[in-house]
């Protein structure tokens, strides 16, 4: 069996602390240095996919690190002779920055673009306060950017090619629905539900119903099923039972005599009724006369 990427492990696999022997900033110029180097000779990752850093959460890693100290180093790779570049860690340089540390511990690895391109998507996936859409688009950056198929993506990151396949099919849905994701008023389960919904416009409708009702997901599924797949009308017609041959003949000679459309209804169980229709007083009394005849 092929050895799955540390990635899909977290980023702490990358970086076996005990591998690493504490450099210079001068000697450190590869995966095996861990060195401790000044936060002014850092620059930013280009590649960083995460655009919003909350400032509360920001604070509360600022008094964590003056208590505690930069508990797990950042790593960065060595772009010129004292200038380096953030590969993974910008909210604990950031952070250290606020706390106003001058140095910071960093493991510095050898690596190219496309590589710290995927560890900064890998990194930003595995973050915990992530919503549903900001993880589908790093699966797709991952898939586009870095030429992976769904199975190698799956390899990275520790997923399943069916987990990988619902997050990207979250992109599919309209803005007003994204947006919903990224807000948390509805769930990664609300969405997938959503995703079954061809009609646009009914799309939409159930998407605000679910706001508007606060709906949970096994209410919105079923509201969804009802509009895919809406149930049969039962007639409340009777099957019309075929009249045995006898009956029909029948039928036809008393329409002859009383020169009327004769009708007989009858059951499976044998019970009926015998129709015998008029238009006038006339037709009556002509009625009346033929069953007298008869009658005598």
């Known amino acids: 069996m092929a050895k799955k990427s540390p ?5 702490g696999a990358l970086i076996n602390n005990s591998q690493f022997e504490k450099k210079t900033v001068e000697e450190a110029t590869s995966t095996s240095a861990v060195a401790e180097i000044d936060i002014s000779k850092i620059d930013l990752n280009p590649f960083q996919p995460r655009v919003d850093f909350n400032e509360e959460s920001l604070e509360e890693l600022k008094s964590s690190i003056l208590e505690h100290g930069v508990v797990q180093p950042i790593t960065v790779r060595k772009i010129s002779t004292d200038k380096f570049q953030l590969i993974s860690g ?3 340089l950031r952070a250290s920055k606020l706390a106003g540390l001058k140095k910071i511990i960093a493991f510095v690895r050898e690596t190219n673009d496309q590589e710290m391109l995927e560890i900064a998507l890998i990194e930003n996936i595995q973050r915990e306060d992530l919503n549903a859409i900001e993880i589908a688009i790093s699966y ?29 099919r979250l992109l599919k849905l309209p803005a007003e629905i994204q947006s919903g994701l990224q807000k948390k008023t509805i769930s990664m389960g609300h969405a997938k ?5 061809e009609d646009k416009e009914k799309r939409i409708e159930i998407f605000e119903k679910i706001i ?31 009249l045995p041959e006898e009956y029909i003949s029948f039928k036809n000679k008393l329409s002859d005599v009383f020169k009327s459309n004769i009708s007989i209804k009858r059951s499976n169980a044998g019970k009926g009724s015998l ?17 007298s005849k008869i009658s005598k």
């Open 7 to 11: 990635l899909g492990k977290g980023l």
């Open 90 to 92: 910008e909210r604990r």
């Open 140 to 168: 797709q950056r991952l898939i586009d950017e870095c030429k992976l198929t769904q199975d190698n993506l799956g390899d990275r990151v520790g997923k399943n090619r069916s987990t990988i396949s619902n997050y990207l």
């Open 193 to 197: 539900a959503l995703i079954n919904i």
């Open 212 to 242: 508007a009702n606060k709906l949970s997901v096994r209410d919105a599924e079923k509201i969804i099923r009802e509009f895919s797949f809406p149930a049969k009308k039962v007639s409340t017609r009777k099957t019309k039972t075929k």
């Open 275 to 291: 129709t015998i229709p008029f238009t006038s007083d006339e037709e009556f009394k002509k009625i009346q006369n033929l069953l």
